[in-house]
């Protein structure tokens, strides 16, 4: 998927060495992790969002409008030395 690979280009560039937490497909409709959103209702904050903001996440990548959003971390005590 060519949104994933910008996506992950940006992260790289900002935080090095990462990992995606979580992402979004507008189209269709899914997410990871699944069914993260159920359990938010009318929340201002999508499940996923919170999911890997709580995990750490400290940038998202939005791409075409919303079409795709991706939550990342950067891998910081897991990175190999």
């Not at 903001?53 to 971390?73: M, Q, S």
């Given at each position: ?17 990462n990992v995606c937490m ?23 904050v999508p499940g996923y969002v919170e999911y890997a ?29």
């Open positions: 998927m060519e949104a994933s690979r910008d996506a992950h280009l940006v992260a790289g560039e900002i935080l090095g060495e979580a992402w979004y497909d507008r189209e269709k409709d899914r997410e990871s992790p699944a069914h993260a959103s159920e359990c938010h209702g009318s929340c201002e903001v709580n995990r750490g996440a400290t940038i998202k990548v939005v791409v075409d409008d919303g079409a795709y959003v991706f939550c990342f971390r950067p891998l910081g005590e897991f990175a190999d030395t």
